[in-house]
């Protein structure tokens, strides 16, 4: 009932035209959302949508966001509202522009991190069961790491540590257990814990590989009595010269 | 079979057996099953050389036949039995590091015979074991079928299957081709020779027929040689059991690479227990009780019981899922999932192929792919946070050579 007097207030003087898109941007809550999606949402003309629209901007009711999803794209929310950081990207966009150079960099710190923590739980020579458990980190220690390491001009979040952390399992470089862990332990979310490890490849780079044929761009079109052949292949011979 | 299979198995065959057995051979290869005159009439060549051919190539396992419904003989010749001529360097060099030189020889007379007797084995390998000898030494034929028995008893040399035994009084006419068999139990029985002798060098004229001319003295042994106590049962290599222990070896090594040395060690001791008592077709090996396997470690590792069972523990909980636990008996029961370890590997040598043609990139989302089967473009760039403008370059050029594919969803 308040809040809806307050609003009364803002309003006064506005039609029911702009009380109604007003709403739709107030249900997009952070998130925003589009003026074709306003339009379709009110039925009202595209003129309309427009003239309502700048005169929301005018009185600071509303303001404009570009998102990163399409760099063309604004989404219409509420004049004091954080944007949702699907819309800005997070910590990893600056002003739309995906930060590569600083993902990698961190991608290359936690390795490094975990890297020498499994390193020091196989030196320690104690046994396997302690030598396992002391190689893992969970994500809160990768987390407070990193924040000590001071690399990062934006304030990260665990989960986004946590992202990071995923790209270097799709690396094939480190492995992930959950753990059940007791509420109100440090760095448990829901009464689970991700713990990360370091590990090595299980195999070396595979034969095919290894050979001239496995790199090889013309892969396809060579064969016998051909004009790509294995017979005058130079990369062939090469190799058989080692 | 594709035409580059056919045309190294041609080539496999001129190389080891010459024109005609490869002329055959081809063809059978080629078109399947055949009885003997449509090979004749489609090869053109005359019946009796198809026969000696055929007899070469059922002599090296590389022909089967079958007695069809009607009263004919049909022969086939797999593919994939000729193509892995390739690898008989490979099983030959396995024997070597198993059971030494001895070993060696013993496979390699086999795989370029085809089928021999045991006494036809021990005595050729005992000769050349002869030659490399120092002057006046001479090898055993104990020795030799010693580690003929041993590669018997591990599987990796088995006995061919034998003709029926015909009884006398039987009065249908014999079937055109007999059906070999040979008992389950009896496959890698070894024949209670007594086989007494040495090795002989070829060049030595230093024995009792001093002094004869070379030809005669040839057919001298063949005279003197009689029918051998084992003849007809003839002893083959064991080809699957060589690719069992291929796989053997690499579960262990990439034991080896993820975890340590001591935790390779204990699978390679679970695998080895399990050698013969587990089909290598199996998804899993038996389970073996802790205690067991405490009991066969090799006798150098000096590890205590407790440390042990905590190694087993963490292979049973290793993500990598290649041991797990079946039971609490004996101090724990644990099996080795064979098909499991298997798919890892198959697995791991993609990302391996991606990874070195492609670059670390396109290996991650190739493995994001992996794990999550199916992605929208902008999630792929969101997971495996790279730029939408490379990640779409990469998945792109891995679309174009077939490594990953794209699949229409109708948005709701």
């Known amino acids: 009932r308040i809040k809806e007097s307050q609003n009364a207030g803002k309003m006064k003087g506005s039609d029911n035209q702009e009380k109604l898109v007003y709403q739709i941007i107030e249900d997009a809550a952070n998130k925003g959302i589009w003026s074709r999606d306003i339009r379709y949402k009110s039925n009202l003309p595209l003129t309309e949508i427009n003239k309502i629209l700048k005169n929301l901007e005018s009185k600071k009711l509303i303001k404009a966001v570009k998102s990163v999803a399409a760099s063309k794209k604004k989404v219409y929310m509420l004049y004091n509202l954080q944007p949702d950081r699907s819309v800005t990207g997070g910590a990893w966009y600056s002003d739309q522009d995906f930060e590569s150079e600083f993902v990698e960099v961190l991608n290359q710190q936690c390795c490094k991190f975990l890297q020498t923590k499994a390193e020091a739980a196989r030196d320690s020579k104690q046994n396997p069961m302690i030598q396992r458990n002391s190689s893992f980190a969970s994500s809160h220690e990768v987390w407070k790491y990193i924040c000590e390491l001071g690399i990062s001009k934006v304030e990260l979040s665990m989960e986004d540590i946590e992202t990071i952390l995923n790209t270097l399992i799709y690396d094939g470089k480190v492995e992930m257990t959950i753990i059940a862990a007791k509420e109100g332990t440090v760095g448990s979310v829901d009464g689970h814990m991700k713990l990360y490890r370091a590990v090595n490849p299980i195999i070396q780079p595979t034969g095919l590989i290894r050979t001239p044929c496995g790199l090889c761009p013309v892969f396809d079109d060579c064969h016998e009595g051909g004009e790509i052949s294995p017979s005058n292949c130079i990369y062939m011979v090469e190799w058989l010269e080692f | 079979m ?188 070894v024949p209670n020779l007594n086989l007494i002798g040495k090795g002989k060098r070829r060049r030595s004229f230093d024995d009792e027929d001093n002094g004869e001319h070379k030809a005669k003295r040839q057919k ?145 989302i190739f ?3 992996l794990r999550k089967k199916h992605l929208e473009q902008k999630q792929v760039e969101d997971f495996a946070m790279i730029p939408a403008k490379e990640a779409k370059d990469m998945l792109y050029k891995m679309l174009s050579e077939n490594f990953v594919s794209l699949q229409d969803r109708r948005q709701r």
């Open chain 2, 2 to 189: 594709t035409q580059a299979e056919i045309k190294l198995c041609s080539l496999l065959l001129q190389e080891h057996f010459g024109e005609i057995v490869e002329k055959i051979g081809t063809h059978l290869i080629k078109t399947g099953s055949q009885p003997l005159r449509v090979i004749a009439n489609d090869t053109g060549m005359s019946l009796d050389q198809v026969k000696k051919a055929l007899c070469v190539l059922i002599q090296h396992n590389l022909v089967t036949y079958q007695l069809q419904k009607r009263g004919f003989v049909e022969y086939e010749a797999p593919c994939s039995r000729v193509l892995r001529i390739l690898r008989y360097p490979r099983y030959i060099y396995t024997a070597k590091t198993l059971y030494s030189d001895m070993g060696e020889l013993i496979v390699e007379e086999l795989l370029l015979n085809g089928k021999m007797t045991m006494s036809a084995v021990v005595r050729k390998v005992a000769d050349r074991l002869t030659e490399t000898m120092e002057d006046g030494k001479t090898m055993d034929y104990g020795e030799v079928s010693n580690t003929f028995m041993r590669l018997a008893d591990t599987h990796f040399i088995q006995r061919c299957p034998m003709a029926p035994e015909t009884t006398e009084t039987s009065d249908a006419p014999p079937p055109p081709a007999p059906t070999l068999a040979v008992n389950e139990k009896d496959m890698y029985v």
């Open chain 2, 220 to 364: 001298q042994d063949a005279d003197s040689q009689e029918s051998p106590p084992d003849d007809g049962i003839y002893w083959q290599a064991n080809i699957d059991r060589f690719h069992q222990h291929f796989r053997d070896q690499a579960i262990v090594s990439a034991v080896a690479n993820r975890m340590d040395q001591t935790s390779s060690e204990i699978v390679r001791t679970m695998l080895r227990m399990s050698e013969i008592t587990t089909s290598s077709t199996a998804p899993y090996t038996q389970p073996l009780s802790s205690n067991e396997i405490f009991r066969s470690l090799p006798a150098g590792y000096n590890i205590v019981k407790q440390i042990l069972d905590q190694y087993l523990t963490l292979l049973a909980d290793d993500p990598l899922e290649f041991v797990g636990k079946s039971g609490d008996s004996g101090g724990g029961m644990y099996v080795i999932n064979l098909h499991k370890a298997l798919a890892t590997l198959a697995t791991a040598t993609l990302e391996s192929v991606v990874q070195e043609r492609f670059g670390s990139r396109c290996a991650r």
């Open chain 2, 367 to 369: 493995r994001l792919l």
